[in-house]
């Protein structure tokens, strides 16, 4: 079954410092999100993304984050300048089209990265 | 925003024994989704199950979506059931948020 994967599995960095998660998608899925999960806390969104640009962003994602589609392949989240409160599990997702009965499809997660700000 | 409500917060079972875990949400739905969180942080995707009734294994679930709840139903459970069941709804058409709910704490001893 195809999956969604993310790289990399863990990743810590200095305050102030700018990191890049990222992120391969289901290849004929055509909605991409970003969620994070700081620990013992429930999942949160962050933003959501479909035809090269933004569709919906919380107001968590601020002027921080951004997300890009560089390639066809893959989809990233770059936070600028890291605080301590970003410390946290990052998920990303993709979902497909709505079925024919119109229904929406789910959405499937990767394993997330577990981001660590000293 | 919707607002989903897990129930109970955290459920402490002996191996073997059956369970039944509540997902509340305050509007109609187009997506409903369970997963479980491992030890590990890995959610693993459970069921989608935006209404009726679905069985894998020892797990099942039933969304009433009129009623704007779902019931995750777990059998014989075993130690490595444990871990944090997530309930997570869609209000809007696809590409929209999931918007999870706090989860249950499912702790199963041997």
């Known amino acids: 079954e195809p999956e969604v994967t993310q790289t990399p599995s863990h990743q810590v960095t200095q305050m102030g410092q700018e990191v890049i998660l990222r992120c391969v998608p289901i290849?004929?899925?055509?909605?991409f999100y970003w969620y994070r999960q700081i620990l013992g806390q429930k999942v949160e969104f962050l933003v959501s993304f479909y035809n090269n640009e933004i569709s919906e962003k919380s107001e968590i994602f601020d002027d921080q984050f951004s997300v890009e589609r560089p390639d066809g392949s893959n989809f990233t989240l770059k936070i600028r300048s890291t605080k301590l409160e970003d410390s946290a599990m990052y998920f990303c997702?993709?979902?497909?089209?709505?079925?024919?009965?119109?229904?929406?499809?789910?959405?499937?997660f990767g394993d997330g990265t577990r981001l660590s700000i000293l | 925003g919707i607002q989903v409500e897990q129930s109970p917060p955290d459920l402490i079972l002996q191996e073997g024994a059956n369970s039944t875990l509540r997902c509340n949400f305050s509007?109609?739905?187009?997506?409903l989704q369970w997963f479980h969180q491992n030890p590990w942080g890995q959610l693993i995707n459970l069921f989608y199950i935006p209404s009726g009734t679905k069985q894998n294994g020892r797990l099942s679930a039933t969304t009433v979506a009129t009623e704007r709840y779902s019931l995750l139903y777990i059998s014989s459970s075993q130690t490595t059931d444990s871990g944090v069941y997530f309930c997570a709804v869609e209000k809007e058409t696809s590409g929209s948020r999931l918007t999870f709910g706090e989860g249950t704490q499912l702790t199963v001893n041997p």
């Open positions: 997702a993709s979902s497909g089209s709505r079925t024919v009965w119109g229904l929406n499809q789910p959405q499937h």
């Open positions: 290849s004929n899925h055509l909605y």
């Open positions: 509007d109609s739905v187009n997506n």
